[in-house]
């Protein structure tokens, strides 16, 4: 799919967080910049964590809780050989009871569990624009692709410009003004 902008990467991830579960580990890859903390940033507000999402470059992790589920948030882009995740403890940040999203997944592969999703997202055709592709691993997320392949029909399938449908409005009923994004702003800390 492509990604137009920051908010569209944010409502992307937003869409997608209902379908995570405590055990689930998403990997982040592809290029720098392409907006993989933006991603994180959308599951933390869709798993109503208020806490700022900000990248873990220089701690590697952090933890976010006070959400339906915790969320770790990894990032193993400053380390230089899979060794050194794995003499961190990585396995033990594999908790079973929170959501783990690992930035630079791609570059530790063979550590990260046989189920996962793996997501990759690099530059499209202009500075704001991002390719996005979802690849499940693994029978489990083969079988939640089928609702993850709705939730992005109907995310980007729409006119971009009348995302939004007002509570009560049908569809095929005259537009009204559109009052945000269809799953509200994302906070202020955000942007």
Do not use: C
């Not at 964590?49 to 882009?77: A, C, N, Q, W």
Request: charge should be negative; aromatic fraction near 6%.
């Amino acid at each position: 799919m492509e990604s137009r902008s920051p908010e569209e990467t944010r409502r992307l991830a937003v869409a997608l967080s209902p379908l995570l579960r405590p055990g689930d580990v998403v990997s982040l890859g592809g290029d720098l910049g392409a907006g993989k903390t933006t991603f994180v940033q959308g599951l933390a507000v869709g798993l109503g964590i208020r806490d700022r999402v900000t990248s873990p470059s220089f701690v590697l992790l952090k933890e976010y809780l006070g959400g339906r589920y915790p969320l770790i948030h990894m990032d193993v882009y400053r380390l230089e050989r899979m060794q050194e995740v794995v003499d961190l403890g990585y396995d033990e940040f594999l908790d079973p009871s929170h959501i783990v999203v690992v930035e630079w997944g791609d570059m530790v592969e063979p550590l990260l569990p046989k189920e996962h999703l793996s997501i990759q997202m690099s530059y499209g055709n202009d500075e704001s624009h991002r390719e996005i592709v979802l690849q499940p691993r693994g029978a489990q997320w083969d079988l939640r692709m089928q609702t993850v392949r709705v939730l992005v029909e109907e995310l980007f399938s729409v006119d971009r410009d009348d995302v939004y449908i007002p509570p009560g409005a049908r569809p095929g009923s005259p537009p009204r003004p559109r009052p945000g994004p269809p799953f509200g702003p994302p906070p202020e800390e955000l942007l």
